[in-house]
Protein backbone atom coordinates (compact mmCIF):
# COMPACT_ATOMS: atom_id res chain seq x y z
CA UNK A 1 0.00 0.00 0.00
CA UNK A 2 1.29 3.03 -1.01
CA UNK A 3 1.81 5.65 1.60
CA UNK A 4 -0.34 8.15 0.68
CA UNK A 5 -3.00 8.20 -2.47
CA UNK A 6 -4.71 10.67 -4.42
CA UNK A 7 -6.99 10.57 -7.31
CA UNK A 8 -4.34 11.65 -10.08
CA UNK A 9 -7.84 13.45 -11.93
CA UNK A 10 -7.95 14.88 -14.04
CA UNK A 11 -11.04 16.64 -12.59
CA UNK A 12 -13.10 19.22 -14.95
CA UNK A 13 -15.52 21.27 -13.20
CA UNK A 14 -17.73 24.44 -14.02
CA UNK A 15 -16.58 27.78 -12.79
CA UNK A 16 -18.60 28.48 -9.61
CA UNK A 17 -18.84 24.59 -8.47
CA UNK A 18 -17.86 22.95 -4.81
CA UNK A 19 -14.68 21.05 -5.46
CA UNK A 20 -13.62 18.09 -3.37
CA UNK A 21 -10.21 16.82 -3.25
CA UNK A 22 -9.37 13.83 -1.24
CA UNK A 23 -6.39 12.23 0.25
CA UNK A 24 -5.83 8.70 2.22
CA UNK A 25 -2.76 7.68 4.03
CA UNK A 26 -1.29 4.24 5.52
CA UNK A 27 0.86 5.79 8.42
CA UNK A 28 -0.54 6.60 11.57
CA UNK A 29 2.46 8.25 12.86
CA UNK A 30 1.04 11.54 10.38
CA UNK A 31 -0.36 14.71 12.66
CA UNK A 32 0.56 17.52 10.08
CA UNK A 33 -1.17 17.55 7.04
CA UNK A 34 -1.10 20.49 4.16
CA UNK A 35 -2.50 21.66 0.82
CA UNK A 36 -0.65 22.74 -2.11
CA UNK A 37 -1.24 24.14 -5.40
CA UNK A 38 0.71 23.81 -7.93
CA UNK A 39 0.60 25.62 -11.11
CA UNK A 40 2.38 24.26 -14.46
CA UNK A 41 6.43 24.16 -14.07
CA UNK A 42 6.52 25.94 -11.15
CA UNK A 43 6.91 25.17 -7.15
CA UNK A 44 4.49 23.92 -5.33
CA UNK A 45 2.39 27.10 -3.06
CA UNK A 46 1.20 26.21 0.54
CA UNK A 47 -2.50 26.96 0.73
CA UNK A 48 -3.12 25.65 4.01
CA UNK A 49 -2.20 22.86 6.82
CA UNK A 50 -4.13 21.48 9.54
CA UNK A 51 -2.30 19.55 12.91
CA UNK A 52 -4.42 16.51 13.79
CA UNK A 53 -8.10 16.31 13.48
CA UNK A 54 -10.83 18.76 12.24
CA UNK A 55 -11.58 21.49 10.45
CA UNK A 56 -10.07 24.68 8.89
CA UNK A 57 -11.76 27.25 7.08
CA UNK A 58 -9.56 30.24 4.62
CA UNK A 59 -11.50 32.09 2.94
CA UNK A 60 -12.48 29.94 -0.16
CA UNK A 61 -11.07 27.12 1.30
CA UNK A 62 -11.67 24.64 3.78
CA UNK A 63 -9.41 21.36 5.25
CA UNK A 64 -10.98 18.68 6.74
CA UNK A 65 -8.96 15.92 8.44
CA UNK A 66 -10.17 12.49 9.87
CA UNK A 67 -7.67 10.42 11.55
CA UNK A 68 -9.62 7.81 12.24
CA UNK A 69 -10.43 6.76 8.59
CA UNK A 70 -6.88 8.38 7.64
CA UNK A 71 -8.52 10.81 5.66
CA UNK A 72 -7.85 14.36 4.49
CA UNK A 73 -9.82 16.72 1.87
CA UNK A 74 -9.77 20.03 0.49
CA UNK A 75 -13.09 21.63 -0.55
CA UNK A 76 -12.83 24.78 -2.49
CA UNK A 77 -15.89 26.60 -2.89
CA UNK A 78 -16.75 29.04 -5.79
CA UNK A 79 -14.32 27.51 -7.98
CA UNK A 80 -12.38 30.10 -10.75
CA UNK A 81 -10.48 29.35 -13.89
CA UNK A 82 -7.47 30.65 -11.71
CA UNK A 83 -8.10 27.28 -9.51
CA UNK A 84 -6.99 25.58 -12.22
CA UNK A 85 -3.48 23.19 -10.93
CA UNK A 86 -2.26 20.31 -9.86
CA UNK A 87 -3.43 19.99 -6.34
CA UNK A 88 -1.05 18.47 -3.49
CA UNK A 89 -1.84 16.79 -0.20
CA UNK A 90 1.18 16.32 2.11
CA UNK A 91 1.98 15.13 5.36
CA UNK A 92 4.76 14.65 7.72
CA UNK A 93 4.76 12.85 11.11
CA UNK A 94 4.89 13.96 14.95
CA UNK A 95 7.86 16.04 16.14
CA UNK A 96 8.33 12.64 18.30
CA UNK A 97 10.10 10.86 14.89
CA UNK A 98 10.79 11.66 11.57
CA UNK A 99 9.24 15.25 12.20
CA UNK A 100 10.37 17.37 9.28
CA UNK A 101 10.21 14.82 6.36
CA UNK A 102 7.12 15.83 4.25
CA UNK A 103 5.22 12.72 2.26
CA UNK A 104 3.39 14.38 -0.60
CA UNK A 105 0.86 12.62 -2.42
CA UNK A 106 0.89 12.20 -6.62
CA UNK A 107 -1.38 15.32 -7.07
CA UNK A 108 -4.65 15.96 -8.68
CA UNK A 109 -5.17 17.86 -11.48
CA UNK A 110 -8.05 20.14 -11.56
CA UNK A 111 -9.35 22.20 -14.18
CA UNK A 112 -12.02 24.76 -13.64
CA UNK A 113 -14.06 25.95 -16.54
CA UNK A 114 -15.47 29.36 -17.48
CA UNK B 1 6.31 39.12 0.79
CA UNK B 2 10.24 37.05 0.85
CA UNK B 3 10.46 34.03 -0.99
CA UNK B 4 12.87 31.23 -2.12
CA UNK B 5 14.85 31.56 -4.90
CA UNK B 6 16.96 28.85 -7.55
CA UNK B 7 19.56 29.86 -9.83
CA UNK B 8 19.71 28.80 -12.38
CA UNK B 9 16.04 28.09 -13.31
CA UNK B 10 17.31 25.25 -16.45
CA UNK B 11 20.42 23.16 -16.52
CA UNK B 12 21.62 21.06 -19.32
CA UNK B 13 25.07 18.56 -18.19
CA UNK B 14 26.36 16.12 -20.15
CA UNK B 15 26.19 12.57 -17.95
CA UNK B 16 29.08 12.14 -15.38
CA UNK B 17 29.39 15.68 -15.49
CA UNK B 18 28.94 17.17 -11.68
CA UNK B 19 26.32 20.39 -10.90
CA UNK B 20 25.55 22.49 -8.45
CA UNK B 21 21.98 24.08 -8.15
CA UNK B 22 21.85 27.24 -5.92
CA UNK B 23 19.17 28.25 -3.74
CA UNK B 24 18.57 31.48 -1.19
CA UNK B 25 15.78 30.40 1.28
CA UNK B 26 13.73 33.07 2.88
CA UNK B 27 16.08 35.06 5.54
CA UNK B 28 14.82 34.21 8.85
CA UNK B 29 14.15 30.42 8.43
CA UNK B 30 16.83 28.25 9.71
CA UNK B 31 15.20 24.72 8.05
CA UNK B 32 15.98 23.58 4.19
CA UNK B 33 15.64 21.57 2.07
CA UNK B 34 15.59 19.75 -0.92
CA UNK B 35 12.82 18.04 -3.42
CA UNK B 36 13.08 16.73 -6.63
CA UNK B 37 10.00 16.00 -9.19
CA UNK B 38 10.49 13.67 -11.70
CA UNK B 39 8.77 14.65 -15.18
CA UNK B 40 4.60 13.59 -14.34
CA UNK B 41 5.53 11.95 -11.07
CA UNK B 42 4.99 13.10 -7.37
CA UNK B 43 7.75 15.68 -5.08
CA UNK B 44 10.02 13.20 -3.73
CA UNK B 45 11.73 14.37 -0.43
CA UNK B 46 15.65 14.53 -0.85
CA UNK B 47 17.24 16.00 2.34
CA UNK B 48 16.76 18.86 5.25
CA UNK B 49 19.60 20.58 6.89
CA UNK B 50 19.24 22.33 10.00
CA UNK B 51 21.94 23.99 12.23
CA UNK B 52 24.74 22.92 9.69
CA UNK B 53 24.19 19.64 8.81
CA UNK B 54 21.97 16.95 7.48
CA UNK B 55 19.18 16.07 9.97
CA UNK B 56 16.84 13.88 7.63
CA UNK B 57 17.92 12.79 3.98
CA UNK B 58 15.68 9.95 2.06
CA UNK B 59 16.80 6.78 0.23
CA UNK B 60 17.09 8.64 -3.12
CA UNK B 61 19.85 11.07 -1.26
CA UNK B 62 22.94 8.60 -2.19
CA UNK B 63 26.76 9.78 -2.03
CA UNK B 64 26.67 11.43 -5.01
CA UNK B 65 24.79 14.08 -3.62
CA UNK B 66 25.73 16.37 -0.93
CA UNK B 67 24.34 19.85 0.62
CA UNK B 68 26.27 22.73 1.66
CA UNK B 69 25.40 26.32 3.36
CA UNK B 70 29.05 28.00 2.08
CA UNK B 71 27.34 31.24 3.55
CA UNK B 72 25.02 32.88 5.50
CA UNK B 73 22.65 33.07 2.69
CA UNK B 74 23.29 30.20 -0.18
CA UNK B 75 22.01 26.62 0.31
CA UNK B 76 23.24 24.45 -2.36
CA UNK B 77 22.81 20.98 -3.69
CA UNK B 78 25.51 19.08 -5.53
CA UNK B 79 25.32 16.05 -7.62
CA UNK B 80 28.59 14.67 -8.36
CA UNK B 81 28.31 12.34 -11.71
CA UNK B 82 24.99 12.81 -12.98
CA UNK B 83 23.16 10.39 -14.37
CA UNK B 84 20.47 10.64 -17.46
CA UNK B 85 18.07 9.35 -14.38
CA UNK B 86 18.89 12.48 -12.45
CA UNK B 87 16.97 14.66 -14.73
CA UNK B 88 14.03 15.82 -12.96
CA UNK B 89 13.28 19.76 -11.38
CA UNK B 90 14.91 20.06 -7.74
CA UNK B 91 12.81 22.41 -5.87
CA UNK B 92 14.50 24.50 -2.66
CA UNK B 93 12.32 24.34 0.32
CA UNK B 94 12.48 26.84 3.77
CA UNK B 95 10.91 26.54 7.04
CA UNK B 96 11.00 28.57 10.06
CA UNK B 97 12.13 26.54 13.21
CA UNK B 98 9.15 26.60 15.23
CA UNK B 99 6.58 26.21 11.92
CA UNK B 100 8.32 23.30 10.22
CA UNK B 101 5.43 21.68 8.32
CA UNK B 102 5.08 24.95 6.65
CA UNK B 103 7.40 25.31 3.98
CA UNK B 104 8.09 27.41 1.19
CA UNK B 105 9.14 25.93 -2.05
CA UNK B 106 11.09 27.83 -4.92
CA UNK B 107 10.82 27.95 -8.54
CA UNK B 108 12.74 24.98 -9.19
CA UNK B 109 15.74 23.97 -11.17
CA UNK B 110 14.84 21.78 -14.20
CA UNK B 111 18.13 19.75 -14.31
CA UNK B 112 18.16 18.04 -18.03
CA UNK B 113 21.20 15.34 -18.10
CA UNK B 114 22.20 14.40 -21.45
Known amino acids: QKEVEQDPGPLSVPEGAIVSLNCTYS??????FMWYRQYSRKGPELLMY????GNKEDGRFTAQVDKSSKYISLFIRDSQPSDSATYLCAMSASIETSYDKVIFGPGTSLSVIP | EPEVTQTPSHQVTQMGQEVILRCVPI?????FYWYRQILGQKVEFLVS????????KSEIFDDQFSVERPDGSNFTLKIRSTKLEDSAMYFCASSDLNRIYEQYFGPGTRLTVT
Open chain 1, 27 to 32: NSAFQY
Open chain 2, 27 to 31: SNHLY
Open chain 1, 50 to 53: TYSS
Open chain 2, 49 to 56: FYNNEISE
